[in-house]
């Protein structure tokens, strides 16, 4: 008999709201197993106890033990973490890093059914020695690909949302939209919508105010993001645009478009979390596994006063289920 991959979830920052959430989603029974927990102990074990739970997850000594049920795998280095809730310290980015890399390391190698992670303070992680500015671009390189290779994407109810560029400065952006990048976001995400059951077009934003108003604004949308649109077309992507980004994610909520793909991360992103708060599920297209994650941050400031919601970290679990239950992609087997 075959034995069921885990589930593998990464704690995240342990000093912020991850194991909380762990706690509320794992510890309530909302997955039974199994699932590998991969962080320090005694955060989970604080949280537990303020919780009023009892310790629902057995501790492992590497990913080949993890059986049924829920287990917890330390990364080395992490044995005797020093828990500081509620504070960004680099000691918390450090053991964001470790539990990541661990993480990344057990996808590669086949033995997660899914990854999901829960928030990591960005200027945490750098400071604790982790050049990434982020999950998106750190499981790129340790899945052997390009920042390139990859596409963000978070997904609510009602509103999907894709982006060309994830977290440079905003002066970077307009060099770093090309062809090929939009091209290849597009292909990601209508495989990722396909799976999804979503069969209107996908919008495409312009980058400049009124999608460059005909070259009067800006020139970037007839030389780049047009000719890109159209590549995708006649190669079978249902896609339309460049379209104003004032307007189009109105339309992607009443039903129009199943997905948006916009230039960069605020402009996208302001928009969904508007929308969806809470609720989104951020998903690393392109990987070669199933990655999810809430649509939140490490809410420092959260933490221990009961108040915070663990809808996103839910519905990333969910989500994470129920694409792993999906058939794979014609092009690939993640997402």
Same mark, same amino acid.
Do not use: I
């Given at each position: 008999m075959v034995r069921e991959r885990p589930l593998v979830v990464t704690l995240g920052d342990p000093d912020g709201l991850g194991p909380e959430l762990v706690c509320r989603v794992f510890g309530g029974g909302f997955v039974h197993g199994p699932v590998l927990l991969i962080g320090p102990h005694e955060p989970l074990?604080?949280?537990?106890?303020?919780?009023?739970?009892?310790? %629902?997850?057995?501790r492992v000594g590497s990913a080949e033990e993890a059986g049924e049920g829920i287990c917890l795998l330390i990364p080395d280095g992490l044995e005797d973490y020093p828990c500081a809730p509620g504070a960004p310290r680099p000691e918390g980015g450090r053991?964001?890093?470790?539990?990541?890399?661990?993480?990344?390391? %057990?996808?590669?190698?086949?033995?997660?059914?899914?990854?999901?992670?829960? #928030?990591?303070?960005?200027?945490?992680?750098?400071?604790?020695? +982790?050049? %990434?500015?982020?999950? $998106?671009? +750190?499981?790129?390189?340790?899945?052997?690909?390009? #920042?390139?290779?990859?596409?963000?994407?978070?997904?609510?109810?009602?509103?999907?949302?894709?982006?060309? $560029?994830?977290?440079p400065p905003l002066r970077e952006v307009p060099s770093m939209i090309t062809g090929p990048r939009i091209l290849h976001c597009l292909s990601l995400l209508q495989d990722f919508t396909l799976r999804l059951g979503l069969s209107a077009p996908l919008a495409v934003c312009g980058l400049n105010p009124h999608a460059g108003e005909s070259g009067r604004i800006g020139r970037e949308e007839i030389e780049v993001i047009g000719p890109a649109v159209q590549e995708a077309c006649a190669a079978g992507i249902d896609a339309v645009g460049p379209l104003p980004a004032d307007t189009v994610f109105g339309r992607a909520v009443r039903g129009e478009f199943s997905a948006v793909l916009a230039m960069y991360h605020d402009q996208g992103l302001g928009p969904l979390k508007l929308l969806h708060f809470g609720?989104?599920?951020?998903?690393?297209?392109?990987?070669?596994?199933?990655?999810?994650? #809430?649509?939140?941050?490490?809410?420092?400031?959260?933490?221990?006063?009961?108040?915070?919601?663990?809808?996103?970290?839910?519905?990333?679990?969910?989500?994470?289920?129920?694409?792993?239950?999906? #058939?794979?992609s014609a092009t690939g087997g993640g997402l």
């Open positions: 074990l604080q949280q537990a106890h303020a919780l009023g739970m009892a310790q %629902f997850w057995r053991s964001a890093g470790l539990s990541l890399a661990l993480a990344a390391r %057990f996808m590669r190698q086949g033995l997660g059914r899914a990854l999901v992670t829960a #928030p990591l303070n960005k200027a945490m992680l750098m400071a604790a020695g +982790f050049d %990434f500015p982020g999950h $998106t671009e +750190f499981l790129a390189e340790h899945a052997g690909l390009a #920042p390139t290779d990859v596409c963000m994407c978070l997904a609510g109810p009602k509103l999907r949302v894709a982006l060309v $560029t994830t977290h609720e989104a599920v951020n998903v690393t297209l392109g990987l070669p596994y199933v990655r999810t994650s #809430p649509d939140h941050g490490t809410g420092y400031d959260l933490v221990g006063t009961g108040m915070a919601d663990d809808g996103g970290m839910r519905a990333a679990v969910g989500m994470a289920l129920d694409l792993t239950s999906l #058939p794979a």
